[in-house]
């Protein structure tokens, strides 16, 4: 890892919009139907923190198999917001909420609003372990004094206010954040924690999400589009019956227990409980499957070398140390 000299600190709205996971919507319907062309980009001077980083990671990967990645770390710094129409043909663009809207940007990249999980081995892994995965979050939460007095940070909400298009009913469990797992949570939950692990899913991060009955969650966009979701059905109300539902885009597709779906979170999406109980789901956040090792790993350095700077997400509430 690369170091970088506080004389280089980056500013505090690069490292905001580097870790933004998820804004409400403030723009109007017709700022997000729009094409943006890509510009031109050159490298950042070398005195400038943009500049550390991008030379650290040419040093460290080379320039040719991360040149995807410098160019989205020269977009996000020239404050690039990417937006691009993938409707179905025949689609209106002018109704249409199929647009990815993302300001971490990495060019060239394919865009699904959900990805064929057959073509996802790991997938099938994850929904064999669906029951085992149920029958411990039920057994751990059914307490949930002692979950809360035992665990770190459950159930937050939203960690930034610019988080607020997941709405007051959404909040997390997070087992795994930025790739670091997390050790209390994790002996929680030891038997989850060691199904993802087997099988073998390239998450960034893992949690618990929890949305309240008859709440919903804004048409937004996650402003990412090298970082997938992923979603294992855990306690669905009225599973099957379409009272819970995902829209990615222009297409809606309903949770049912067991079953994953993986789909792009850079593209216009909002969700409904209108279920009288709340939904339980296991989510992950995964590198794109487009990106090489070598990418993935360039944008861990990059992720590294903002985050001490105070990028990293925070919470008010302070961390237990796992007991052994």
């Given at each position: ?103 971490s940007y990495v060019p060239g990249l394919t865009v699904k609003p959900f990805w064929d ?208």
């Open positions: 890892m690369a170091q970088y000299s506080s004389a280089f600190a980056p500013s505090s709205n690069l490292l905001q919009r580097y870790y933004t996971n998820a804004i409400e919507l403030r723009a109007t319907l017709e700022d997000f139907r729009i094409t943006t062309t890509i510009p031109n980009t050159q490298p950042a001077a070398l005195h400038t923190f943009a500049g550390k980083v991008e030379n650290g990671i040419i040093e460290k990967f080379g320039s040719k198999d991360t040149q995807r990645v410098i160019d989205s770390w020269r977009l996000l710094d020239k404050e690039y917001e990417h937006r691009e129409f993938f409707g179905k043909e025949g689609t209106n663009p002018q109704t249409s909420d199929c647009y990815q809207y993302a300001h999980i057959d073509e996802i081995p790991w997938t099938q892994k994850l929904a064999k372990s669906y029951k085992e995965i149920r029958k411990e979050f039920l057994d751990v939460t059914k307490d949930m004094k002692k979950l809360q007095q035992d665990g770190n940070n459950v159930w937050a909400g939203a960690l930034t206010e610019e988080a607020g298009g997941y709405g007051e009913g959404w909040s997390t469990l997070v087992l795994k954040d930025r790739g670091i797992w997390d050790e209390v949570n994790c002996n929680l939950f030891p038997k989850t924690s060691k199904a993802v692990s087997k099988c073998g899913i390239p998450a960034t991060e893992v949690f618990f999400a929890c949305m309240k009955p008859n709440t919903d969650i804004k048409l937004h966009s996650d402003f990412t589009n090298f970082v997938l979701t992923s979603h294992l059905a855990i306690d669905i109300p009225e599973s099957g019956n379409n009272k819970c539902r995902l829209t990615i885009g222009d297409e809606t597709r309903q949770w049912i227990n067991g079953e994953v779906m993986v789909f792009d979170t850079s593209l216009m999406h909002d969700a409904v409980n209108e279920a009288d109980t709340t939904r339980y789901i296991l989510m992950a956040r995964i590198w794109h499957p487009d990106l090489t090792e070598v990418r993935r790993a360039a944008e861990e350095e990059i992720q590294a070398a903002t985050s001490g700077f105070g990028g990293a997400k925070t919470s008010s509430k302070k961390k237990k140390k796992a007991k052994r």
